[in-house]
């Protein structure tokens, strides 16, 4: 019986990506301690590809940084749903939110970039997703990616 968080999912037309292992670094992509769960920053992967290869602002526009974020949140739910054991029901509040957004130096608009991870976030949690947040725009980013992003969520126990 799917939950309503994978019920919402479905009504959305959203499909979680795999939750792809870490490519170089040798880190556990989330972490449970107590209530709250710590989910390393997820790139935008697709069909274990990654995608969106270089800088906002320059190769790519707002509207596909947003596209970038969205992609990039929807890695890190699956990076969650896969610590929960395949339940996002459990997640209480996603408390905060951080991206980091590889930029053209020129580029301003990082905070709303981040937002295509926030909007898809609050689409699929309503409430429970509304986030603290921190966009950070930087020089580089591993593998050349247009952006990263983190959560840190408090959880109810199985």
């Known amino acids: 019986m799917a939950g309503r968080i994978e019920a919402r999912l479905a009504e959305l037309g959203i499909?979680?990506?795999?939750?792809?292992a870490p490519k170089a670094a040798k880190i556990l992509t989330a972490k449970i301690s107590g209530?709250?769960?710590?989910?390393?920053?997820?790139v935008p992967r697709l069909d274990g590809e990654i995608r969106y290869v270089?800088?906002?602002?320059?190769?790519f526009s707002l509207e596909?940084?947003?596209a970038a974020a969205r992609l990039s949140a929807l890695n890190m739910l699956a990076h969650a749903?896969?610590?929960l054991d395949g339940d996002l029901d459990r997640v209480r509040d996603i408390v905060n939110v951080r991206g980091f957004?590889?930029?053209?130096?020129?580029?301003?608009?990082?905070?709303?970039?981040?937002?295509?991870?926030?909007?898809?976030?609050?689409?699929?949690?309503?409430?429970?997703g509304r986030h603290a947040r921190t966009a950070v725009g930087v020089a580089g980013m591993p593998f050349?990616?247009?952006?990263?992003v983190e959560a840190q969520m408090r959880i109810d126990p199985p």
């Open 101 to 128: 957004i590889n930029i053209d130096p020129d580029f301003t608009r990082i905070a709303e970039t981040l937002n295509g991870a926030s909007e898809v976030l609050i689409e699929i949690f309503g409430d429970r």
């Open 15 to 20: 499909v979680l990506p795999e939750a792809g």
């Open 54 to 59: 270089g800088k906002v602002g320059r190769e």
């Open 144 to 148: 050349g990616v247009a952006i990263e």
């Open 35 to 42: 209530d709250w769960m710590y989910v390393s920053g997820a």
């Open 64 to 66: 596909e940084g947003q």
């Open 81 to 83: 749903r896969k610590a």
